[in-house]
């Protein structure tokens, strides 16, 4: 199967990606083991709305795209507001989310694609969309909806990353002889990412805060690096490494020499307000 060329848009891909918590659970772990440089992102944002938003505590805090719970568990337990819904297209991942969260939170979960949001106008003060709005075919879309639900003076907190996250990654794996065309494929954050992320949200809602961070990330040979990449959609490498990190490694072993691989991408953080309200 060739690689799509969107595959964060692609529906089916989706679907394989988020089947359950063990590709994206192996993806994370992967990455978190290789950063170097750069604030945990769920604690950022934990931040940014306990600075934006005047009463956290009451609020009412929609976390969409949850996945595996990581920014939801992180919200409960520093912003503490009043409820927390979890919304994420795969059921899968709302169990996983569920589980970690725990049945004392003050958590709901809802299954929804997030461009058709069950949730009722003005009823949420702050809403979080972190490493998702890549996925949506029209971001502006997600954007009018969280917009829609965001009580006046409501807050949003929006993370995405730069086109050339992971670059080093894509000249290996072309360098491997595995992909050749794996540093022309369109990036996966192209939908909404650090470049146009703000001009996406500013004729839909107010910016009032955007910033850029680095994260560098060393990963420690090529065990490492196959680690990250067998859980990747975006190359069109062949049918029996595809998932299967113990024979990526070796086909790469026997390509290239083992040796650390470094790589960066900008993280970006964008908080934006529905007019009105108090704040």
Not at 6 to 12: C, E, I, K, S, V
Not at 81 to 95: E, F, H, K, Y
Request: charged share 20%.
């Amino acid at each position: 199967m060739t690689a799509s060329p969107h595959p964060f848009l692609d529906a089916a891909v989706q679907a394989d990606l988020y089947r359950d918590g063990a590709r994206l659970a192996a993806r994370t772990s992967a990455l978190h083991q290789a950063k170097t440089c750069g604030r945990a992102v769920a604690d950022v944002i934990a931040d940014l709305v306990i600075r934006f938003l005047p009463e956290p505590r009451t609020a009412v805090v929609a976390d969409l795209g949850c996945g595996r719970g990581t920014s939801s568990r992180v919200l409960v337990e520093r912003v503490r507001p009043r409820r927390l819904i979890a919304v994420d297209a795969s059921a899968a991942m709302l169990t996983v989310a569920r589980s970690r969260l725990g049945s004392r939170s003050p958590a709901a979960f809802v299954q929804a694609d997030f461009h058709h949001l069950p949730l009722p106008d003005a009823s949420c003060a702050a809403a979080v969309a972190a490493f998702c709005l890549y996925h949506a075919p029209a971001p502006r879309l997600v954007l009018w909806e969280i917009a829609r639900l965001l009580e006046p003076g409501g807050v949003t907190v929006l993370v995405t990353k730069s086109t050339d996250s992971y670059r080093a990654l894509d000249l290996l794996v072309a360098a491997a002889g595995l992909d050749a065309h794996a540093a022309e494929r369109v990036s996966l954050y192209a939908s909404a990412h650090s470049g146009n992320l703000a001009a996406l949200t500013a004729p839909i809602l107010p910016l009032i805060h955007v910033e850029h961070e680095e994260h560098r990330f060393s990963f420690t040979g090529l065990d490492h690096v196959a680690a990250y990449l067998a859980t990747s959609p975006k190359y069109d490498i062949p049918a029996g490494l595809r998932g299967h990190s113990s024979a990526l490694a070796a086909a790469l072993r026997a390509r290239l020499p083992d040796a650390p691989v470094h790589t960066t991408s900008t993280v970006t953080y964008l908080v934006a307000a529905r007019p009105g309200g108090t704040r």
